[in-house]
């Protein structure tokens, strides 16, 4: 195998380098050129305390809450 700073080869691979990086950049400048996004809504989340407890509801049976026919185990393991 041949040294690549002696033979030459070493112009090739900072060519290469660099067209890879000029295709990115230019790539980049496309993207941001006629990507037009004139506007973006804020959103807003609802931080209001709901009226209803979730502490204070009455817990289901559970036969109701398993109706597909699953056994559940006594304990756990």
Do not use: C, Q, R, W
Request: hydrophobic fraction near 45%; proline fraction near 3%.
């Amino acid at each position: 195998m041949e040294n690549p700073f002696e033979s030459g080869h070493i112009k090739n691979y900072i060519l290469l380098y660099v067209s890879v990086v000029v295709i990115m950049v230019l790539f980049f400048i496309a993207t941001t050129l006629f990507n037009e996004v004139e506007s973006v809504d804020k959103k807003v989340f609802d931080t209001s305390v709901n009226e209803v407890s979730y502490a204070n509801k009455p817990m289901k049976n559970i036969e109701e809450v398993n109706s597909s026919g699953i056994k559940l185990l006594e304990k756990a393991y």
